[in-house]
């Protein structure tokens, strides 16, 4: 079980030190890192909870956990120098670092299903929720929220959960590998995340909020994190955002 004094440790052993707050229960840890953000807090301020009764997923889902069973946890980034348009990159850092953890901790192999989902198998065990606050074309700050599913929740379709696992080591590797990453993001994370794919090289349907849907074989993700669709008809579709359903 995670603690202040563990939140800490896992800081300091990626040479990272700013302020932390550990919950047994609260909301959402991202909403709790959105207020610290806004109101100043540094870059690397981490929050994380052993149950959230309101957890936010993408589009507005919510996420369920089991209480005392999942790793949940958000933090803070100032990118200085990242583009707005370039905040998906984020996304696919934070999966890639958390499914390569996973595995150096436990010896499962997890892979990245785009934009946001970690899957065991065809299950999803875990995800990622970042959210951005843009103002004047730049990017004040950024909320990372990761999940992964220790247990899994009951009457949740389509999930999993890795086991016993000791929740301090798997959040100070995932730490180690996104700080790792994120000091010379946007060079590495699309050819590594690539490497941790899921849904590359599947026929997919991605389905776009007021767009028509696209269907097609996933053939790359290009340089600002969106997937490409291969139609068809030949033509390539970079899918920005939406959700996405690998076909069978």
């Not at 299950?123 to 990761?146: N, P, T, W």
């Not at 590594?192 to 790359?220: F, K």
Request: hydrophobic share 45%; aromatic share 6%; net charge negative.
């Amino acid at each position: 079980m995670l603690s202040r004094n563990e939140l800490e440790r896992a800081l300091a052993a990626a040479g990272l030190d700013a302020p932390v707050r550990f919950d047994e229960v609260t909301g959402s840890t991202n909403k709790t890192a959105w207020d610290l953000a806004a109101a100043g807090s540094p870059e690397w301020t981490l929050v994380a909870a052993a149950h959230q009764s309101a957890g936010r997923g993408r589009q507005g889902r919510t996420w369920v956990d089991r209480a005392g069973g999942a790793l949940m946890f958000s933090f803070v980034l100032r990118p200085a120098t990242l583009d707005p348009g370039d905040s998906g990159l984020i996304s696919l850092l934070a999966g890639v670092a958390m499914a390569d953890a996973i595995e150096y901790v436990t010896g499962v192999e997890v892979r990245c299903k785009w934009p946001n989902d970690l899957v065991l198998g065809d299950a999803k065990v875990g995800g990622i929720l970042v959210e951005s606050s843009v103002a004047d074309g730049a990017l004040r700050f950024a909320v990372v929220g990761v999940g992964v599913n220790l247990d899994a929740p009951t009457g949740v379709e389509g999930a999993a959960g890795l086991g016993d696992v000791d929740q301090t080591a798997l959040l100070s590797a995932f730490i180690r590998r996104f700080h790792g990453g994120y000091e010379v993001l946007p060079a590495g994370v699309v050819d590594q995340w690539s490497s941790a794919s899921a849904t590359l090289g599947r026929d997919v349907e991605a389905v776009r909020a007021n767009r028509p849907s696209i269907r097609g074989r996933a053939v790359a993700v290009d340089e600002r994190g969106a997937l490409v669709v291969l139609t068809s008809d030949g033509s390539r579709v970079a899918v920005t955002s939406g959700e996405v359903t690998h076909l069978r």
